[in-house]
């Protein structure tokens, strides 16, 4: 796993354009430490909450087009009702 850690870091710092020196540097400057439990449940808590209320606005989204979607579709069916009712009339006439 270091090792990964050390190729990615070498890596990243040549993409980065950055001199071996300040990389050697910035890496023994920043040690890697471990998040505690806590952090790591409240991480996880905050995006399932996250995705739920996402959840929910996706489905709230859809339920507002279908209502729409609905109306639209009443609306275009009564227009076509009301001209075939003039047409009607008019070859009656």
């Known amino acids: 796993m270091k090792r990964l850690e050390e190729t990615l870091a070498r890596e990243v710092g040549r993409a980065a354009g950055l001199p071996r020196g300040l990389e050697r540097?910035?890496?023994?400057?920043?040690?890697?430490?471990?998040?505690?439990?806590?952090?790591?449940?409240?991480?996880?808590r905050g995006l399932m909450a996250t995705a739920m209320r996402s959840r929910q606005s996706l489905i709230r989204r859809y339920r507002t087009a279908i209502v729409i979607g609905a109306a639209v579709f009443g609306s275009?069916?009564?227009?076509?009702?009301?001209?075939?009712?003039?047409?009607?009339?008019?070859?009656?006439?």
Not at 25 to 44: H, I, N, T, Y
Not at 79 to 91: D, E, F
């Open 76 to 93: 275009v069916a009564s227009l076509v009702g009301v001209v075939a009712l003039i047409m009607r009339q008019r070859s009656r006439a």
């Open 25 to 44: 540097r910035v890496r023994a400057a920043l040690v890697p430490v471990e998040p505690s439990q806590q952090f790591v449940r409240e991480l996880g």
